[in-house]
């Protein structure tokens, strides 16, 4: 391998193999340019470094090895040539920051750090850090939701939110009565840092207080993934430049409350009511009950402090404003550290007596040890591994820690939950349930199947509801809501606060009913990839048949056309509410809508002909989707109108074609960030209603979710034929009208891309999508949650995409298209009760089943045989 090795201590002396040394001796900026220069050139595969170098560039603190490795995509250590392999393998497994900048939003790295199972996740903040502007500790427990009024002016508006538990984890240091922390002393050094491996989060920070004092901090915390209910902290105090007395105060904080999301500020923040707070005799266990204040849901801590080298002896015990502080005196010394552990046990319930379960507190070092086997077994069955790009690994592997703290198997099993589109990590969209679980279900089913139960029967128990939101308007069947939460009522918001204007709007968004189109999606997926037939007969099938009684009953006969319409809703683009001047918010014939229906009515047909018809006939009975209704549901499936022009582009909607044009590069020029348009427009008194443009992706979102050949057919069963090309003119017409304000449009975008090989464009996309919450492209809202959706998108393209894999038809086929930067792809799978392993190289498939089955390559059907290893030579060619 092809290594370099910077001698700091000798003036950034740079020793390349077979090459005289060269010396960089000009300011900062130059020696980067010249490093870089030299690594370019000389066809560098990574570095060793002899010293740590930290700098500030471009408004960000780096260190050297760092900023290389992300800078160069090749890894770059400190240490000598005998550490590199070793310390190389763990730089995909490592997130890590320097340095806070207060007058910068900390929040988004504090996303990135969070640590969680799928119970609970703990934002990456340190022990002594207080709800403020620049600091948000948070606990967030899956179903935590609170519904509570807030004025708006004379009106008043309800919503329901994603509550903050009460905060067990905080610790903190107090001198001459000055609490030392980020908030009230001067941040000297710090460093945070999170295992991806098994999720420890580690902080490192030197604070100096008034008098000089200077204090080093160590923070280690983990949820754990063994033991879902409980988390664990370390948390290290050492003097750097003094002795004298100090005060370890530990505190169980029941007057937290929501502050996340700045446009969310000036409503209802306060969710809970402090029930109890109580120590045991000894005073080192802390016990905290709080209630929400509508929902009634109770959730009970239990906080025991340990410290392996300091005495407890005198700890007392200090109330006030829901607030318990374990407190003991402490002499410092110099350069002698204190060591405290708190291991806290976190429950939920909705009643305060179903919480009994038997406490215990295990010290960190077990926490850590117990979390990190379970870990491994995640790992094992999640791990996508690609060769020769270090930076496409580690954020494969950042997304995919994420989705395991968004829900895991481990921590959601028996959970009447869902996914939520921020995850565990934030409180934007108020924690609820979207559409999402269309990109993130998959994840799960091919890796976990056995959760994707659980996930399901989240919207199985809110099934009612949704008949009662249907009726509510007159129609049959259900109707789900597009915001879901506590119970599954609607809870998109009747106003929405646009933050360039300042002011509040009428929001329609849950107009978006194709979210019922995503549930069945998954219904089907779910079920076509497990073939767990006693779902579909106990929940599937009911939520199937309801859901498409619920279009039929939309959908409307237009005898000028001879075609049925479907009015009044609004597509997965969300900038379009509404036609040009109209009163009444609603779109008619959305194209990934209708299209969506078709197939939803195609699939009950051949549900019933393939079904056991007694099976069939109780689900029928129960939906009272007679025989006639499934008449009706077939002739609507084959008669929904579309509007294509004469080049096959298909309108996202009927009348799309007659919107203005937006001048895109007047608003590039004017705003740089365009991604939310229908802000911008809104703020200059216009409407994004007016214009072809897009969120995200509308009609192209039918290729994300079938195969061409699948759409082929839905469209010339509706009796329309297009031109051979018209899915690339469908790419190029939307990509130009499109500004990316959802991070999954660049996901799916990419998936168009290659499936017309425009490898370069697909590329492109798949990358901005990968980076997209780890750079936070979209200006401060990775601060408020990670993007589930996309983070799981992002690891189901690999296998989608590039190792073509299409699980649409009765057998599995694979048409692998890697891309040019990846030598090799890897990952495990289970699909139908049969578990895979894939490795994708330039030349071969190399496929391993634990059953006999078979598979498709390039279109032609192969045998495996269990337990052996199969290699199949590919050749790529065009998709169908």
């Known amino acids: 391998m092809q290594l370099i090795h910077i001698e700091i201590s000798q003036d950034w002396k740079l020793i390349l193999p077979n090459k005289k040394v060269q010396w960089l001796t000009d300011t900062l900026e130059e020696r980067l340019g010249k490093l870089g220069a030299i690594i370019t050139m000389n066809g560098i595969k990574g570095g060793t470094i002899d010293q740590e170098v930290i700098f500030s560039y471009e408004q960000e603190q780096w260190d050297l090895a760092n900023y290389l490795t992300e800078k160069y995509n090749i890894p770059f250590i400190y240490g000598d040539r005998t550490e590199f392999t070793e310390k190389a393998a763990q730089l995909p497994w490592q997130i890590s920051y320097l340095g806070f900048t207060e007058e910068k939003n900390e929040y988004a790295k504090e996303t990135l750090f969070t640590v969680g199972n799928g119970f609970m996740g703990l934002r990456g903040t340190t022990p002594e850090m207080e709800i403020s502007d620049q600091t948000y500790p948070a606990l967030y427990l899956a179903g935590l939701y609170d519904r509570s ?42 460093k945070r840092q999170i295992d991806l491996k098994n999720g420890l989060f580690e902080a490192w920070v030197v604070v100096k207080i008034n008098d000089g004092k200077k204090i080093k901090f160590h923070t280690q915390k983990i949820a754990s993934m063994a033991n879902t209910h409980q988390y664990s902290l370390r948390y290290s105090i050492t003097p750097l430049n003094f002795s004298s007395p100090a005060m370890f105060i530990s505190e169980a904080d029941g007057s937290v409350y929501n502050y996340n999301v700045e446009r969310y500020r000036g409503l209802t923040q306060q969710h809970l009511t402090i029930k109890q707070l109580t120590t045991t005799s000894d005073n080192l266990t802390v016990s905290l009950i709080a209630q929400t204040k509508n929902s009634k849901i109770t959730i009970r801590q239990n906080a025991k402090l340990h410290s392996p080298d300091t005495s407890l002896e005198n700890l007392t015990i200090q109330k006030f404003n829901n607030r318990l502080l374990q407190k003991i005196p402490l002499q410092l010394q110099h350069k002698k550290t204190y060591t405290f552990e708190k291991t806290v046990n976190v429950e939920k319930g909705s009643k305060e007596k179903s919480l009994k379960k038997e406490l215990f507190f295990p010290d960190f070092d077990t926490c850590l040890q117990e979390s990190s086997k379970a870990w491994e077994k995640l790992w094992q069955k999640a791990a996508i591994e690609v060769t020769d790009d270090l930076m496409s690994q580690k954020l494969l592997n950042l997304h995919t820690y994420h989705s395991l703290i968004s829900a895991s198997p481990n921590g959601n099993h028996d959970l009447d939950v869902s996914v939520t589109a921020r995850g565990l990590h934030g409180e934007a969209y108020r924690g609820h349930i979207f559409w999402d679980e269309l990109f993130i279900f998959p994840f799960y089913v091919l890796h976990f199947p056995e959760m994707v139960k659980d996930l399901l029967l989240y919207r199985y128990r809110r099934l009612k509801k949704a008949k009662k939101a249907a009726q509510n308007i007159g129609l049959q069947g259900a109707m789900y809501p597009w915001q879901s939460g506590l119970d599954g009522s609607e809870q998109s918001q009747d106003l929405h606060l646009n933050p360039l204007s300042g002011q509040w709007k009428k929001d329609s968004s ?21 073939q767990d037939t006693a779902f579909m007969n106990d929940y599937g099938l009911e939520m199937l048949l309801e859901i498409a009684h619920f279009w039929k009953s939309v959908a409307t006969f237009d005898k000028k056309t001879n075609h049925y319409i479907i009015d009044g809703v609004m597509g997965p683009d969300e900038f379009h509410e509404a036609y040009p001047h109209a009163k009444e918010a609603g779109l008619k014939n959305n194209a990934y809508t209708n299209i969506m229906v078709a197939w939803l009515f195609a699939q009950i047909k051949q549900l019933k002909k393939t079904w056991k018809t007694s099976d069939f006939k109780v689900v029928q009975e129960k939906t009272a989707v007679t025989d006639e209704v499934l008449s009706k549901i077939d002739e609507i499936s084959q008669n929904l109108a579309l509007e294509i022009d004469h080049e096959g582009v298909i309108a996202q909607f009927e009348g799309y074609f007659s919107l203005k044009d937006l001048d895109w590069e007047y608003y590039k020029n004017k705003y740089n960030n365009i991604y939310r348009m229908d802000r911008i427009l809104n703020a200059e008194g216009k409407s994004a209603d007016n214009y072809q443009l897009a969120k995200q992706a509308d009609t192209l979102m039918l290729f994300y979710n079938f195969s061409q050949k699948q759409v082929n057919q839905i469209l010339t069963n509706l009796g329309y034929h297009l031109p051979k090309d018209y899915v690339n003119k469908n790419l190029n017409y939307y990509l130009q009208r499109t500004s990316h304000g959802s991070t999954l449009s660049r996901v799916v975008h990419s998936h168009l891309a290659a499936m017309i090989h425009n490898d370069d464009l697909a590329w492109q996309l798949y990358q901005e999508a990968l980076y997209s919450d780890y750079h936070d492209i979209q200006g401060g809202t990775t601060a408020e949650g990670i993007h589930a959706g996309v983070m799981a998108a992002t690891l189901y393209i690999p296998l989608m995409t590039f190792a073509g ?45 634990d059953k006999d089955t078979v598979i498709q390559v390039n279109q032609q059907e192969f045998s495996l045989t269990a337990g052996q290893l199969k290699k199949i030579p590919y050749a790529g060619g065009e998709r169908k």
């Open 805 to 849: 894999i299409d699980l649409h038809q009765e057998i599995i086929h694979f048409d692998p298209q890697l891309p040019k930067a990846w030598s090799s792809l890897k990952f495990s799978m289970t699909v139908r009760k049969v578990n895979f392993n894939v490795f994708v190289s330039r030349e071969t498939l190399q496929i391993k089943a």
């Open 510 to 530: 849950r107009l978006q009913r194709h979210v019922s189109l995503a549930i069945a999606y998954n219904i089907w997926f779910y079920w076509h990839n497990t």
């Open 149 to 190: 009024p807030s004025k708006i002016g004379e009106k008043t508006i309800y919503n329901e939110d994603f509550v903050n538990a009460p905060n067990l984890q905080k610790m903190y240091l107090v001198i001459d009565g000055e609490k030392v922390d980020t908030q009230h002393s001067r941040v000297v050094d710090m």
